[in-house]
């Protein structure tokens, strides 16, 4: 299989995050303030095709989408220059978007489905796991490399992975219960020493905090787990989280006090670490019933807001993140399910991925008086 990266470039600009309220501090602890950007003010531009449906894709650190199920990469300001992606793409028309942002790198290696993806949190590296029971990694910043320069085959399906901050490490998700921790230079591999510690099914989602001292892990047993990042031990179970459902992934806030959780009950709910409270619930998705699909729930770039997609609807469902007020669905234009969904953590603007092969890029256009 292939895989494909698009490439949002950072300017290195001050991101503004939400005013004082549940989530008052970035991760440096600051108080911060923002502009509130609503969900319909975003606007489609894209619609970069694969041959199969597209069931993953993820941002680096910089903001900067890849999606997958081939792996192949984007150049949202292929001039190098370092200006804005927003500001670039508010004035181009859909097909000059997709003119001027086109796939740079196409990254050939796996024998199955790409399942998960993570980039190196420095280096130009990509990592990808996939249906073929390995962990690639990739660099994408040698244009005639199209294979893995690293691997490691693992005993199961790969379902989710994590680059460690500082990149020397990488936690593994699979189909089995026991949580890998795995050194990328020597790849030794690391467990809990206490097998409790262990989820009891297969492991859907694994997220490092952005200090490292924290993870969290969510499992089709229908638990959240927070371990510590040094021990490698579990701190916390948060037992039947969505009621017994499946969790289908499990984030940190910025200031790493909070977790944003979302399950096959169709709800997503924000979780505080101290306590090991829920302290909002987003409940109004999937009024048919319960989904039958994994996605996930997400902050937008300031954390005012809670997306998640609808699968029966094919919609973006959005609420305030501290009140829970739904706000208005926003059609996604897909003719089949939302598998993923990536907000960049900088900049206003997100990406959906589906079965029907296709990718579709957001933003929210400027406005000028």
Same mark, same amino acid.
């Given at each position: 299989?292939?895989?494909?990266?698009?490439?949002?470039?950072?300017?290195?600009?001050?991101?503004?995050?939400?005013?004082?309220?549940?989530?008052?501090?970035?991760?440096?602890?600051?108080?911060?303030?923002?502009?509130?950007?609503?969900?319909?003010?975003?606007?489609h531009t894209g619609n970069p095709v694969?041959?199969?449906?597209?069931?993953?894709?993820?941002?680096?650190?910089?903001?900067?989408?890849v999606h997958a199920m081939s792996i192949?990469?984007?150049?949202?300001?292929?001039?190098?220059?370092?200006?804005?992606?927003?500001?670039?793409?508010?004035?181009?028309?859909?097909?000059?978007?997709?003119?001027?942002?086109?796939?740079?790198?196409?990254?050939?290696?796996?024998?199955?489905?790409?399942?998960?993806?993570?980039?190196?949190?420095?280096?130009?590296?990509?990592?990808?796991?996939?249906?073929?029971?390995?962990?690639?990694? !990739?660099?994408?910043?040698?244009?005639?490399?199209?294979?893995?320069?690293?691997?490691?085959?693992?005993?199961?399906? /790969? @379902?989710?992975?994590?680059?460690?901050?500082?990149?020397?490490?990488?936690?593994?998700?699979?189909?089995?219960?026991? /949580?890998?921790?795995?050194?990328?230079?020597? !790849?030794?591999? !690391?467990?809990?020493?206490?097998?409790?510690?262990?989820?009891?099914?297969?492991?859907?989602?694994?997220?490092?905090?952005?200090?490292?001292?924290?993870?969290?892990?969510?499992?089709?047993?229908?638990?959240?787990?927070?371990?510590?990042?040094?021990?490698?031990?579990?701190i916390t179970t948060f037992e039947k989280?969505?009621?017994?459902?499946?969790?289908?992934?499990?984030?940190?806030?910025?200031?790493?006090?909070?977790?944003?959780?979302?399950?096959?009950?169709?709800?997503?709910?924000?979780?505080?670490?101290?306590?090991?409270?829920?302290?909002?619930?987003?409940?109004?998705?999937?009024?048919?019933?319960?989904?039958?699909? @994994?996605?996930?729930?997400? !902050?937008?770039?300031?954390?005012?807001?809670?997306?998640?997609?609808?699968?029966?609807?094919?919609?973006?469902?959005?609420?305030?993140?501290?009140?829970?007020?739904?706000?208005?669905?926003?059609?996604?234009?897909?003719?089949?399910?939302?598998?993923?969904?990536?907000?960049?953590?900088?900049?206003?603007?997100?990406?959906?991925?589906?079965?029907?092969?296709?990718?579709?890029?957001?933003? @929210?256009?400027?406005?000028?008086?």
């Amino acid at each position: 299989m292939s895989i494909g990266i698009m490439d949002y470039n950072h300017t290195g600009n001050p991101v503004h995050a939400m005013p004082i309220g549940i989530m008052d501090c970035n991760h440096s602890g600051n108080p911060v303030h923002a502009m509130s950007i609503g969900i319909m003010d975003y606007n489609h531009t894209g619609n970069p095709v694969h041959a199969m449906p597209i069931g993953i894709m993820d941002c680096n650190h910089s903001g900067n989408p890849v999606h997958a199920m081939s792996i192949g990469i984007m150049d949202c300001n292929h001039s190098g220059n370092p200006v804005h992606i927003m500001s670039v793409m508010m004035n181009e028309t859909a097909q000059q978007n997709m003119e001027n942002h086109p796939v740079i790198r196409t990254l050939y290696d796996h024998v199955d489905e790409v399942t998960c993806l993570a980039f190196h949190p420095t280096e130009q590296i990509l990592a990808s796991g996939s249906r073929d029971y390995t962990l690639k990694l !990739f660099d994408y910043s040698k244009p005639s490399a199209k294979r893995a320069f690293k691997y490691i085959q693992e005993a199961e399906m /790969l @379902r989710s992975i994590s680059f460690h901050p500082s990149g020397d490490f990488i936690l593994v998700g699979t189909q089995h219960p026991t /949580l890998r921790l795995y050194d990328i230079n020597t !790849f030794q591999c !690391f467990v809990s020493c206490n097998p409790q510690d262990q989820h009891t099914d297969a492991i859907c989602s694994v997220n490092y905090n952005a200090s490292a001292n924290m993870y969290v892990t969510g499992s089709k047993d229908g638990c959240i787990k927070l371990w510590d990042g040094v021990s490698n031990r579990c701190i916390t179970t948060f037992e039947k989280a969505h009621d017994g459902a499946e969790v289908c992934s499990a984030i940190f806030s910025k200031n790493s006090k909070y977790i944003l959780s979302s399950g096959k009950d169709s709800v997503a709910k924000l979780w505080e670490i101290s306590t090991g409270r829920t302290l909002v619930k987003y409940t109004g998705a999937g009024l048919s019933g319960r989904q039958v699909h @994994r996605t996930q729930a997400v !902050f937008n770039h300031t954390e005012d807001y809670v997306l998640l997609p609808d699968e029966r609807t094919i919609s973006l469902c959005c609420w305030d993140s501290r009140t829970a007020e739904r706000r208005n669905l926003l059609s996604l234009g897909h003719n089949s399910i939302v598998r993923c969904i990536v907000h960049s953590p900088t900049n206003p603007g997100f990406m959906t991925c589906s079965d029907d092969y296709r990718a579709r890029f957001w933003y @929210r256009r400027s406005t000028t008086d």
